[in-house]
């Protein structure tokens, strides 16, 4: 069974740094697209970044390019999204995905980390 | 980028009616199109992807169809359990972009 256990809830203050995980199981990492969508409560999806965690090839959105970074450890089979410099606008549930092979369709969603930013 | 636009923003039918929901493309994606269906406090789940296809353990009643670059999900009578709001995403290339979302509610 496919299963994406992402780390718990974050406050912090704008400026600081984040490192928000997800940890797969229950198939080969490797060969899986895996990524990561946002949600502002009560707002849409929007789609962030993408990574092939056998050859790290990473996508973002054009609207988060700069402003994350995603990276994925094979050997503890766990994708990652990273900030340098929180704003208050990173306020979201941050949501990761698995796509099935070969596509980019997210088959499979982990729980949500909620990510809030004040001072 | 790919625009997906979605409508009706929000619907409100009774249980055993049809509900439909539409995404149009801003440009050809062939059928690379998924459908999520998310409830409140959880997170979305696939409902249909490659435009037509159900994930398994989805109720038939849902279904997905495509003419073009327009979809549409269809929701052939409809359950209690089916109130969330309904999103589609495009697959066909980056960014990937979803559509705006449809609430679906239960009179």
């Known amino acids: 069974e496919v299963q994406l256990v992402q780390s718990g809830a974050e406050v912090k203050k704008p400026g600081e740094s984040l490192k928000i995980s997800c940890e797969a199981s229950?198939?080969?990492?490797?060969?899986?697209?895996i990524g990561w969508v946002r949600q502002v409560p009560g707002k849409g999806l929007e789609w962030v970044a993408i990574?092939?965690?056998?050859?790290?090839?990473?996508q973002y959105s054009p609207s988060f390019q700069g402003q994350v970074t995603i990276s994925a450890d094979k050997s503890i089979r766990t994708a990652y999204l990273q900030w340098t410099s929180l704003k208050a606008s990173d306020s979201a549930i941050y949501y990761c995905?698995?796509?099935?092979?070969?596509?980019?369709?997210?088959?499979?969603w982990g729980q949500g980390t909620l990510v809030t930013v004040s001072s | 980028d790919i625009q997906m636009t979605q409508s009706p923003s929000s619907v409100s039918a009774s249980v055993g009616d049809r509900v439909t929901i539409t995404c149009r493309a801003s440009?050809?994606?062939?059928?690379?199109l998924a459908w999520y269906q998310q409830k409140p406090g959880k997170a979305p789940q696939l409902l249909i992807h490659?435009?037509?296809t159900l994930k398994s353990g989805v109720p038939s009643r849902f279904s997905g169809y495509a003419s073009g670059t327009d979809f549409t999900l269809t929701i052939s009578s409809l359950q209690p359990e089916d109130s969330a709001t309904y999103y589609c995403?495009?697959?066909?290339?980056?960014?990937?972009?979803f559509g705006g979302g449809t609430k679906v509610a239960i009179k």
């Open positions: 995905t698995r796509h099935a092979s070969g596509t980019y369709e997210a088959h499979y």
């Open positions: 229950g198939y080969t990492f490797s060969n899986f697209w």
């Open positions: 990574i092939y965690p056998r050859d790290s090839d990473a």
């Open positions: 440009q050809d994606i062939g059928s690379w």
């Open positions: 490659a435009a037509f």
């Open positions: 995403q495009q697959a066909n290339s980056f960014p990937l972009t």
